[in-house]
């Protein structure tokens, strides 16, 4: 290098700043996502993300329709074993239900039952009082007592008390207690009640006292 090569201050300042600034052209003047290693950012939209949701509700609310619509099928055999049990339960209440009425009704009965055996010495009382009034001369008193003792007999026939069967009816030994037997000329097949000393009673079929009676055979 000679020197009339020796650049001047101009030259050099100019050289100088062509080497700090590089040229237009080596300046990229694509954007290029790829060299940055960046990948593309999607835009949110509204409008499709709202359509998206209302068809994932719809079909969250078919499904669950068609769950609750569907049938559960049960095993054959359990559904047997359950339809046998509530059988079973269903006659085991009928029965305890028809237990109860009639243990009920049965002590309704034992109870009106006793009512009606110490009665008895009542009626029999009544009956001495009606047979000393009908004796007497006093026909009011005869009508009172023949009126009271009418009066009690039918409140206690319509409880279920009945008199045993008397005069003119068949002797039976289950109902009736003979004292007395008379013979007959006529042929008779069973003995007959031909008199009641002492009335006998029964409750709803119930012997509550043997009638005392006389018999001809």
């Given at each position: 290098m000679s020197?009339?090569?020796?650049?001047?201050?101009?030259?050099?300042?100019?050289?100088?700043?062509?080497?700090?600034?590089?040229?237009?052209?080596?300046?990229?003047?694509?954007?290029?996502?790829?060299?940055?290693?960046d990948e593309p950012v999607a835009v949110p939209n509204p409008e499709v993300e709202s359509v998206v949701s209302d068809e994932s509700e719809v079909t969250a609310e078919e499904a669950a329709e068609e769950a609750h619509s569907?049938?559960?099928?049960?095993?054959?055999?359990?559904?047997?074993?359950?339809?046998?049990?509530?059988?079973?339960?269903?006659?085991?209440?009928?029965?305890?239900?028809?237990?109860?009425?009639?243990?009920?009704?049965?002590?309704?009965?034992?109870?009106?039952?006793?009512?009606?055996?110490?009665?008895?010495?009542?009626?029999?009382?009544?009956?001495?009082?009606?047979?000393?009034?009908?004796?007497?001369?006093?026909?009011?008193?005869?009508?009172?007592?023949?009126?009271?003792?009418?009066?009690?007999?039918?409140?206690?026939?319509?409880?279920?008390l009945e008199a045993v069967p008397g005069v003119g009816s068949t002797f039976d030994p289950n109902i009736h207690e003979a004292v007395h037997a008379e013979e007959d000329d006529q042929d008779r097949e069973v003995p007959e009640v031909i008199d009641v000393l002492r009335t006998g009673w029964m409750y709803k079929g119930q012997l509550l006292r043997a009638a005392t009676v006389r018999v001809i055979n």
């Amino acid at each position: 290098m000679s020197l009339n090569d020796t650049p001047t201050p101009d030259e050099a300042e100019v050289g100088a700043s062509a080497q700090a600034d590089p040229p237009v052209d080596a300046q990229p003047t694509d954007y290029d996502d790829t060299e940055r290693g960046d990948e593309p950012v999607a835009v949110p939209n509204p409008e499709v993300e709202s359509v998206v949701s209302d068809e994932s509700e719809v079909t969250a609310e078919e499904a669950a329709e068609e769950a609750h619509s569907e049938p559960v099928d049960a095993p054959e055999a359990e559904v047997a074993e359950l339809r046998d049990q509530l059988i079973r339960a269903r006659a085991d209440y009928d029965n305890l239900n028809k237990r109860r009425v009639r243990e009920v009704a049965e002590a309704r009965d034992r109870g009106a039952a006793a009512l009606a055996a110490n009665l008895v010495d009542v009626l029999d009382s009544f009956e001495m009082a009606l047979a000393a009034a009908e004796q007497s001369n006093d026909e009011q008193m005869a009508k009172g007592v023949q009126l009271v003792h009418n009066q009690l007999l039918n409140a206690l026939k319509q409880s279920g008390l009945e008199a045993v069967p008397g005069v003119g009816s068949t002797f039976d030994p289950n109902i009736h207690e003979a004292v007395h037997a008379e013979e007959d000329d006529q042929d008779r097949e069973v003995p007959e009640v031909i008199d009641v000393l002492r009335t006998g009673w029964m409750y709803k079929g119930q012997l509550l006292r043997a009638a005392t009676v006389r018999v001809i055979n």
